[in-house]
């Protein structure tokens, strides 16, 4: 199986470098990223999207026809629109996000710019998301830091950071499990 992960990353850190350095020679590196990012979130929004681009019964035919209408109604053109059909006519489609994942960390790493996935129960009070990206940019060295907030009420409150590799649980969901495994164990 990790056999299997490593020839999908290595397959997408390919394509994704290739993409890259044609988006960089285009001087079109942010505006790719743009459109791979609103691609990806058509994905992440829609089974039906999900299901064309992970199955392998469709056809690359029928993929890139399905594509040509998802692209041209978000209004995804140019080197992007190009590349998510050349995947499609490759057969690499299943791939795709993990293409998308390698394209945005090297746009990032070339911007001086780090991604920090955030977990709160609630809404994020614009003076604390300011406080949360300097301290993080600390953290980072000074970089850049592009928050991805979420909300998730499950965790009762306090939050959750994930930055790069490096993962921070402060969710009070996380400390009453914790007090509560204490407890089993003195009981």
Same mark, same amino acid.
């Given at each position: 199986?990790?056999?299997?992960?490593?020839?999908?990353?290595? /397959?997408?850190?390919?394509?994704?470098?290739?993409?890259?350095?044609?988006?960089?020679?285009? &001087?079109?590196?942010? !505006?790719?990223?743009?459109?791979?990012?609103?691609?990806?979130?058509?994905?992440?929004?829609?089974?039906?999207?999900? &299901?064309?681009?992970?199955?392998?019964?469709?056809?690359?035919?029928?993929?890139?026809?399905?594509?040509?209408?998802?692209?041209?109604?978000?209004?995804?053109?140019?080197?992007?629109?190009?590349?998510?059909?050349?995947?499609?006519?490759?057969?690499?489609?299943? /791939?795709?996000?993990?293409?998308?994942?390698?394209?945005?960390?090297?746009? !990032?790493?070339?911007? #001086?710019?780090?991604?920090? !996935?955030?977990?709160?129960?609630?809404?994020?009070?614009?003076?604390?998301?300011?406080?949360?990206?300097?301290?993080?940019? #600390?953290?980072?060295? #000074?970089?850049? /830091?592009?928050?991805?907030?979420?909300?998730?009420?499950?965790?009762?409150? #306090?939050?959750?950071?994930?930055?790069?590799?490096?993962? /921070?649980?402060?969710?009070?969901?996380?400390?009453?499990?914790?007090? &509560?495994?204490?407890?089993?164990?003195?009981?």
């Amino acid at each position: 199986m990790a056999q299997a992960e490593d020839s999908v990353s290595g /397959v997408a850190g390919r394509y994704a470098s290739a993409l890259y350095d044609l988006a960089t020679e285009k &001087r079109a590196a942010d !505006d790719v990223a743009a459109a791979l990012d609103k691609f990806q979130a058509l994905i992440d929004g829609s089974d039906d999207l999900k &299901r064309l681009v992970r199955s392998p019964v469709f056809s690359a035919q029928e993929q890139i026809k399905a594509l040509d209408a998802v692209l041209d109604k978000a209004q995804i053109s140019g080197i992007a629109a190009n590349f998510i059909r050349l995947v499609a006519s490759k057969r690499r489609l299943f /791939v795709i996000s993990n293409m998308i994942a390698a394209y945005r960390s090297l746009n !990032d790493k070339a911007k #001086g710019r780090v991604r920090a !996935d955030i977990t709160v129960a609630g809404p994020l009070k614009p003076d604390h998301e300011t406080a949360l990206r300097e301290a993080l940019a #600390g953290v980072t060295g #000074g970089k850049t /830091v592009d928050l991805n907030v979420k909300t998730d009420p499950s965790i009762i409150g #306090g939050l959750i950071v994930k930055l790069g590799s490096r993962m /921070v649980d402060a969710s009070v969901r996380t400390k009453l499990n914790s007090i &509560r495994t204490r407890m089993k164990e003195v009981g």
